[in-house]
């Protein structure tokens, strides 16, 4: 059965008035959906649902789409957190409006909370991109405005999430990206990998290679399957984030995981996000540590060998 509701659903979540006009709803009719909370009046102008997300639904009343990290978010791939929304609006744009208020205008006191960047060109596109970038350019305004990690950590998760038949990028798509980023960040795309199952592994991965440890996304384990890294011939790392591994069952699943490594002579170092990021040099003492055991034990070709890389973090450490 047709209805409002019904006809926005259809033609891209937010809909300009004169598109459900031209559809038979007159202005009274729309007024009374609106009334009974069935349609919601985003802009002057135009309209959405209640169920549509709320950081679309703030963007877009700024006059913008998401982007960027809220971006991403949006497509359901990994991203860090942020307490921001970050939207792009025409380089053209005015009459920008608050974000909870279409009757007030920006404020810079939104900016503590808005990221706002005068970039988007194509804000009349339509369908489902009329509220969000897509998700190529995403990455690309992650690579103008963010760090060396959060970048790479976003396209990993981005590369991963299509490899895990998701909505992501592929390997050929980098080019497109990085043609489109800053001279500045070019040689980021080496690092980008793409096989970790969360952002937390990558940022481990970057910052094990930096301090001189060798560093194996996603290993598979016979009998056990994919760990988070491998650092040796033996030596296994996981990198536990509290939203999936802080429940009874999980913490039972990663011990027995833990076993069947060890029933198979390798080890095990597992380290949450708040050692990572507190005491990451306890975190690279543990490593080396197990890392020289490992080759005395083992000084195979079964994984490659990072002596000198060993050396230089053994002697970062003092």
Avoid at 102 to 129: E, Y
Avoid at 145 to 165: F, G, K, P, Y
Avoid at 292 to 309: T, V
Wanted: glycine residues 10%.
């Amino acid at each position: 059965m047709r209805s409002p509701t019904r006809d926005i659903l259809d033609h891209g979540l937010f809909v300009k008035r004169a598109a459900l006009r031209a559809r038979g709803w007159s202005d009274g009719h729309l007024r009374g959906e609106v009334n009974r909370g069935t349609v919601v009046r985003v802009r002057k102008g135009w309209y959405s649902v209640p169920s549509a997300p709320p950081s679309a639904v703030e963007a877009f009343r700024i006059g913008g789409r998401l982007a960027g990290l809220s971006c991403l978010k949006s497509y359901g791939i990994w991203t860090p957190t942020t307490g921001r929304l970050h939207v792009s609006v025409p380089s053209a744009a005015r009459g920008l409006r608050r974000p909870t208020d279409m009757r007030a205008r920006l404020d810079v006191l939104d900016g503590v909370r808005c990221r706002v960047t005068w970039s988007d060109d194509a804000i009349d596109g339509r369908g489902d991109c009329v509220w969000r970038t897509s998700v190529h350019e995403a990455p690309v305004r992650i690579l103008h405005n963010h760090d060396r990690v959060t970048a790479i950590v976003c396209l990993d998760a981005a590369l991963h999430s299509a490899q895990e038949n998701g909505v992501g990028i592929i390997r050929d798509d980098l080019g497109w990206i990085f043609a489109r980023a800053p001279l500045r960040v070019q040689s980021w795309r080496d690092e980008v990998d793409g096989r970790a199952a969360a952002g937390g592994e990558t940022e481990f991965r970057l910052k094990a290679l930096a301090a001189g440890i060798p560093f194996v996304p996603q290993p598979f384990v016979s009998g056990v399957g994919h760990l988070d890294g491998q650092i040796g011939p033996s030596t296994f790392v996981e990198i536990d984030g509290k939203d999936w591994h802080d429940d009874p069952i999980a913490f039972e699943v990663d011990r027995e995981r833990d076993l069947l490594v060890a029933s198979q002579n390798g080890r095990t170092l597992r380290f949450s996000y708040a050692l990572l990021r507190k005491q990451w040099g306890l975190c690279v003492r543990a490593m080396v540590t197990a890392l020289e055991y490992d080759y005395q034990r083992e000084p195979s070709a079964a994984f490659p060998p990072f002596h000198e890389r060993m050396l230089r973090a053994r002697h970062r450490l003092g």
